[in-house]
């Protein structure tokens, strides 16, 4: 039976836990949903090198994967080998990031990004200019937090609120992106703290992607109709 | 028992029931969809007046809705009433042009729109500038037919496939909207004729409204968390 | 004799006061000028369905002036019924949101907006991006006063200065737009506490329209250059 | 008593009698304007070179002009010393194509231009782009006609109806732009053999002018509202 | 000694040729250059897949090289791993599409861009808008000849004059970019038959290098002023 | 011999010796470089009438030199005279405004700019606008000191520091641009101070003036290639 691939293009397995547990709302939706953990990828995707490193090897899992595919989600935010992948497939192919930003357009005039590291930030933009939605951006921001800090769930609440109220308030967004995967509990705080909408980005791709396959809509048109 | 309320805002019910056939592969996933009609609307809606007097009636019809409802989706081209709404609701609210175009910045890179009649783009460039989409389309070009002529089924189509040609050789689009509601009948034969991703507006309104409501996801943060 | 009519959306006749007092020193160029309250409207417009629910009445209102009209002002900045209205009519329709920013184009390289609400915010947003100009916007902030603050002249007049001068300090405009109607009493003492011009968007819209009766230019070209 | 004056910054005479011609209506307004030639301007100005030429003389013009100057207008389509002069004076200064664009955008949704030149077109996009409308322009062309063609006023036409039916069938023009001063007379046969609005910029600029003379607001805010 | 490193990422031995041909006239600047093929790249670079799957082999050869290099060009028109190499030493290291992109806006206003495969342009329109300049695109046509035609220089050049005619007289370009690397032997030849300036990527690229080279002048500031 | 001449459009000798000492590193590429001073300038170009006035001396100046050209680079932030020169000669003519920002977005992903003057910002962001750059500006903020303080090393470097701080801190910004001509002393200082490239205009436009030259690479296509 055909499912819906989640891949996490990192090699964490708390990561990839994590995102199962953000996706969770959607399995009653119907579709069959597997997360999957990219054995050969870093522990965690920090720098433009090990995107770029990953997509080899998510495109062996993901041809590996093909029969039994009714589509795939990429789910670590930049987007790793998304427009490589839809070239390899007509599946619907979808990208946390560009699904986040996408949701996040119909929930609020100028989105927020609360990004992990500043050196994502660049990256963001980049993705944001080549998406043609920088005028929607009111700022990016990063936790800026180590790892110690990250694995205190408190803390890291706290600074994301923080950040957040500096998104809302210094930047005039009206709508939140979490700029990571696998941080969906923090969601619901954080859209009550800040009394905004936040948008969790394997949600939102995974969402996206079951309307694709339900609708039998992907990128490429070829056999797609087909019986 | 919870609803997805499509409020066709036209007083057509042969809109309405195209609408109806449009969702019905979205209804496998399991949110109750019910497609409804605007008694007090035109039975067309052709013009910026005809877009905004429907509002009033529209929200009316959405307050009565509004205890019983999980969503909404507004099904016109144009989005009437797409914020007055969600000024009034913390329900999710989606309209079929703003979840077309960001469908189809999924699907390709540069957009290309079909519509009715001529008169339509001035409202549609406005709206994708509101977007801030302009750098992604390609092109809005429209059908140009009368009633009788839309009323032939193999003569609306070839129009179409000749149109959505133009925006795809002359204009550079790899993806097509169509700018209407109910034609979901075409989308199929468009896309092998060309080639190319089609976006049936209704179909990519409700798939994200289904995943709104499952992801509890909504533009307003009031109780939506709540109980 | 045929007069440029100015219609206030909304049914407080305090605004049309203040509206008729804006577009005094305009009286001398020669054309005859009508300020009118729509008894139909909300006592202020504060929402996008507000704004929305005014259009039905308003083109009534137009339409039964038609025959006596040089032109129309639409005073409330948002432009209710905007293109509704010059769908309807060839003759001159001007909006005082889009007259104030072309007018503010002029003035200076970055505009700046006071916004009474914080909920007017995206509305504003929207429009600059329907009109394109959304990379000369320096910011939109709000006044954020209450009805008693803003009944006190001091007060509203020390609060303008306030976010002007952040608008201008913090945000780098050297044009403000004050984005409501009937306040022109507080144009010349913002210019003077600020240093930088000061739009006042009915006077903006009113000049405009009075050149294009002058001119005998409109959207429309039907008998306009008839006789 | 102070005047509008209107500065054709090449020395054409002829030229300046049709842009006096070009804003004979707007004299029923009460501000006198006054027609001058920059004597010291070359015959036409087609280079860049050219138009930062006269920007030495023009100055020395307008400051001869300052004490009996209401405002002025450059009446030149690429605005020389337009931003210069406003730092000269804290009189209203207009641009013809400033203000021809400011009109435009509130005319139509996208704009075409009619340049005299190819040569022109770059000049013109870069202006656009100061401006910050490039998303609303619709096509720059060139009439490319000789001199000899230019003074055979049905050639002229022919040409430019012929132009203008490129700008609003190919490239979606729903409002031109004569981008030339002094042609004030093929305005209403374009119009009317094109159907769609068509903006002289003299005419554009004068009643701008008219405008900021009447509300007395400028760009600089010094002595502007004293006395 | 230092030398700059000029990367083909594909396997391509007559590419790397015509890049050394076509960085020639810049050897005279006296800064040694070295042409390297990657032995683990493709044949050709054709898609997104291929593009991501050099950037590992890609970077490792650049970390060899690192002792001994002054600069990198990566010679790919698409920056395949750019931006990872650019994270990954100080060195300058600069991309042939992103320096034919800014050298083409030095010398017109809208370019034109000569693309080897239709599928390449989506790939260039996300690149352009990564980089903020798509309001300065003209178009993006491509060859589309196979192989054999590729093969035969004189079939060759005269497409590509037909492809950059369109680019000039359709499209508005005035100047053009060789949408690939290798073919510096037509720019000439190109520039003579279109009347306009043609940016030969690599020769953009490797003249950029040379001027960062001699500024000491680099994206990251870590050691490079040191000593 | 043919040179490449730069030429300061202010009178200033200082400033010359400025400029002559930053391009001192590009002296090892063996293109001969000449550094002028316009005898005809002002003093200080510090307003956009000031800018336009140098054009016609400036202009004469380099079609006096023009048979000694393999180049011209106007030196002032502002590039007064940039087009109008290339109307008038096929050698390659740099702008150090236009080369800066160019540079600069080849070395981060946003730029800011430390303007001198409060009044040089609206003229800057015309430019930007015109390169159709405004969506990579991160901010452009003066120095605001006066003659005395410029005149102290010290003090101007900290004062750069301090605005160049708040371009990167507040603003966003991962590049900077020197708004000036002359201050190349500061570029290696500010640059370790800050830890983020600095863009010197002058070195810029020399730089690339210079690969200009040795590639035989024009605006202009006429006689060129010839010979």
Chains 1, 2, 3, 4, 5, 6 share one sequence.
Do not use: W, Y
Not at 7 to 33: C, F, K, M, W, Y
Not at 200 to 215: D, K, N, Y
């Amino acid at each position: 039976m055909s499912r819906l691939f989640i891949i996490n293009p990192n090699s964490s397995e708390t990561v990839t836990q994590g995102i199962d547990h953000a996706v969770t709302p959607l399995r009653a939706l119907g579709v069959t949903i597997e997360c999957l953990t990219l054995a050969e990828g870093p522990p965690g995707i920090e720098t433009q090198a090990q995107a770029d490193e990953v997509v080899t090897p998510l495109l062996r899992l993901a041809a590996d994967l093909e029969d039994d595919a009714a589509g795939f989600v990429i789910a670590c935010f930049g987007d790793p080998g998304l427009h490589a992948l839809r070239d390899r497939t007509a599946k619907p192919v979808l990208g946390i990031q560009e699904c986040a930003v996408m949701t996040a357009l119909t929930l609020g005039q100028r989105f927020g990004v609360i990004a992990i590291l500043p050196a994502s930030i660049p990256r963001h933009l980049r993705a944001f200019g080549a998406m043609g939605v920088t005028n929607r951006l009111a700022g990016d921001r990063a936790l800026g937090l180590g790892v110690a800090a990250l694995a205190d769930e408190d803390a890291t609440l706290a600074r994301m609120i923080e950040v957040g109220g500096l998104l809302r308030d210094t930047d005039g967004a009206d709508v939140l992106i979490m700029g990571c995967a696998g941080m969906a509990r923090f969601r619901a705080p954080l859209e009550h703290a800040l009394g905004m909408p936040v948008v969790e980005p394997c949600q939102a791709a995974t969402a996206t992607a079951i309307g694709r396959i339900a609708l039998n809509q992907s990128h490429k048109i070829r056999d797609s109709h087909a019986g």
